[in-house]
């Protein structure tokens, strides 16, 4: 069964600044997708950034971008630039492509606060 | 339309009430489903449906009850629920390529 491992309960980062969340995960597979989800506190699960295991170049999405190291199963997320409303409870998450129906296995989640 | 629908958005219903939860997609994903979420924890896989058929239920008591009409529709009927059943209720719908799209969920408490 594959696993998703966000070592960072809580982690806080001055406006403005350069933020990295951390998730490892562990599978047997070869091809799978990885996403963070950012939760803010209405609880609309919002995505974040996707990234396709078989492609090398990192996904960057804005002030987003993703390092992502297959061999070492590591998919963090650093955010640039951070704004106030970037505040939020953050999941990495895992899927493998399916025709349909496939399950998301979600980390524990870290929660970003932004100081002003 | 790259919205998932979720009604009611808040719901109080007594431990011997019947109520229903609905979810709504228009975006052609022939995949949805329920997750349940308490605070500050990851969402947890109730429910999947693939093509209208249930195709995974991961081992949730009979008092929840999923129904999937038709291919933009899923329902969650609830009967004789417990005060821990109270939480965060988020439908979803996907595309196999891409990830999830979340409806902004159902908070039920049971009194």
């Known amino acids: 069964a594959q696993t998703v491992t966000q070592s960072q309960p809580e982690m806080s980062v001055q406006e403005a600044e350069t933020v990295t969340l951390s998730c490892t995960y562990d599978?047997?597979?070869?091809?799978?997708?990885l996403f963070w989800y950012k939760q803010p506190p209405s609880r609309q699960m919002i995505l974040v950034i996707r990234q396709e295991a078989y492609k090398q170049q990192n996904a960057t999405e804005n002030r987003f971008s993703v390092n992502f190291q297959k061999a070492a199963k590591s998919f963090s997320l650093k955010i640039s630039d951070s704004q106030l409303g970037d505040a939020a409870m953050y999941f990495c998450a895992y899927r493998t492509p399916q025709s349909s129906g496939s399950r998301l296995t979600f980390g524990e989640g870290t929660q970003l606060t932004v100081n002003p | 339309d790259t919205e998932v629908t979720q009604t009611p958005k808040h719901l109080v219903m007594g431990m011997t009430n019947k109520k229903s939860l609905k979810c709504e997609q228009h975006?052609?994903?022939?995949?949805m489903y329920w997750y349940k979420q308490k605070a500050k924890k990851p969402p947890e896989l109730m429910f999947v449906y693939s093509y209208e058929k249930l195709s995974i239920n991961e081992s949730v008591p009979s008092r929840f009850s999923p129904e999937c009409p038709n291919s933009s529709l899923l329902n969650l009927h609830l009967h004789a629920l417990q005060p821990e059943d109270s939480a965060l209720y988020l439908c979803?719908?996907?595309?196999?390529?891409?990830?999830?799209?979340f409806g902004s969920g159902t908070r039920l408490t049971v009194v």
């Open positions: 975006m052609g994903h022939r995949a």
């Open positions: 979803a719908s996907s595309h196999p390529l891409y990830g999830y799209t």
């Open positions: 599978t047997s597979e070869s091809d799978y997708y």
